[in-house]
T-cell receptor
Framework: KAGVTQTPRYLIKTRGQQVTLSCSPI?????VSWYQQTPGQGLQFLFE???????NKGNFPGRFSGRQFSNSRSEMNVSTLELGDSALYLC???????????????FGAGSRLTVL | QKEVEQNSGPLSVPEGAIASLNCTYS??????FFWYRQYSGKSPELIMF????GDKEDGRFTAQLNKASQYVSLLIRDSQPSDSATYLC?????????????FGAGTRLAVHP
């Protein structure tokens, strides 16, 4: 069973640009979450999608947005990049439903964004 | 007060010893608790999840949950150098909603031969 796939793995942008990151969840997983990881703030929740609907959102500015497609694949977008947006962006999926560990997240390898 | 607190370490233990990692959380209504391991440069991988008070064992790992005291711990028996990593405690708070995990800052574990 393939894991969570994130693309691109590495990218470099300059301030003011925008970036789109992609995530393909584990087959059958319908919930996709996004997290930002930085040395100073650790792992922070960005948002979570289920059946193409954003169910939950963290405390990030509106420059951070996301969406989920009918095949459960998800994208997140960051507009008007700032230096502080440099981070590892992690996508995770979970199975949901009446199973043990339904809310257990499996993380992808991450997309490392550097903003210059 | 942070929602999930962990000692940042490093926690240094000799090979073969028991490593004890602790985590406290602030939301008394939290129901789901997780331990993830993260090697340097890698993404977090799940070690265990626990929902009920008491102990849950999986191989060399034991998770312990005490909701009354609002702490969750992870014991690693027969620690190996390959266990050297950062261990992240995560909680879904009652107020958090679906799959919104709040992570602690992590405890760095170093197992020396």
């Amino acid at each position: 069973k393939a894991g969570v796939t994130q693309t691109p793995r590495y990218l470099i942008k300059t301030r003011g640009q925008q970036v789109t990151l992609s995530c393909s969840p584990i087959s059958g997983h319908r919930s996709v979450s996004w997290y930002q990881q930085t040395p100073g703030q650790g792992l922070q929740f960005l948002f979570e999608y289920f059946s193409e609907t954003q169910r939950n959102k963290g405390n990030f500015p509106g420059r951070f947005s996301g969406r989920q497609f009918s095949n459960s694949r998800s994208e997140m977008n960051v507009s008007t990049l700032e230096l502080g947006d440099s981070a590892l962006y992690l996508c995770a999926s979970s199975p949901e439903g009446p199973v043990s560990g339904a809310n257990v997240l499996t993380f992808g390898a991450g997309s490392r964004l550097t903003v210059l | 007060q942070k929602e999930v607190e962990q000692n940042s370490g490093p926690l240094s233990v000799p090979e073969g010893a028991i490593a004890s990692l602790n985590c406290t959380y602030s939301d008394r209504g939290s129901q789901s608790f997780f331990w993830y391991r993260q090697y340097s440069g890698k993404s977090p991988e799940l070690i265990m999840f626990i929902y009920s008070n008491g102990d849950k064992e999986d191989g060399r790992f034991t998770a312990q949950l005490n909701k009354a005291s609002q702490y969750v711990s992870l014991l690693i028996r027969d620690s190996q150098p390959s266990d050297s990593a950062t261990y992240l405690c995560a909680v879904i708070p009652f107020s958090g909603g679906y799959n919104k995990l709040i992570f602690g800052a992590g405890t760095r574990l170093a197992v020396h031969p």
